[in-house]
């Protein structure tokens, strides 16, 4: 399977994917470790991630995928959120945690 359509096969078989350097247990950079939190606090419990280190392949395409240029990078339902910066600032305006809620519901 050619790596972007293996990128689309992620987006699309979960609610809630977040692209990030390390693991939730394990995050190898900040960034990703204040989205991870902060998708936690939103209540995101059935979260599914990518450990973009892991998987080459996906760390050099993905930026072409979703024509954002840095990790982390946080689909739900198949559509682009963002990064870390703008995971933080939709938790801290209350969207994030209903944006969970409804993708959790769906």
């Known amino acids: 399977m050619a790596v972007m359509d293996r990128i689309q096969a992620e987006v699309e078989s979960r609610p809630i994917v977040l692209f990030m350097k390390g693991t939730p247990a394990f995050p190898m950079c900040g960034y990703s470790a204040k989205a991870v939190q902060a998708l936690q606090a939103a209540g995101a419990e059935d979260l599914h991630t990518v450990n973009v ?11 072409r995928y ?10 739900l339902h198949g559509e682009l959120i963002g990064g870390c910066e703008i995971t933080l600032e939709l938790l801290e305006s209350g969207e994030l945690q ?4 409804e993708a959790r519901s769906q």
């Open 53 to 63: 280190l892991e998987e080459p392949e996906i760390r050099a395409n993905l930026p």
């Open 66 to 75: 979703s024509n954002w240029p840095t990790f982390p990078q946080l689909f």
């Open 98 to 101: 209903r944006m969970v809620s």
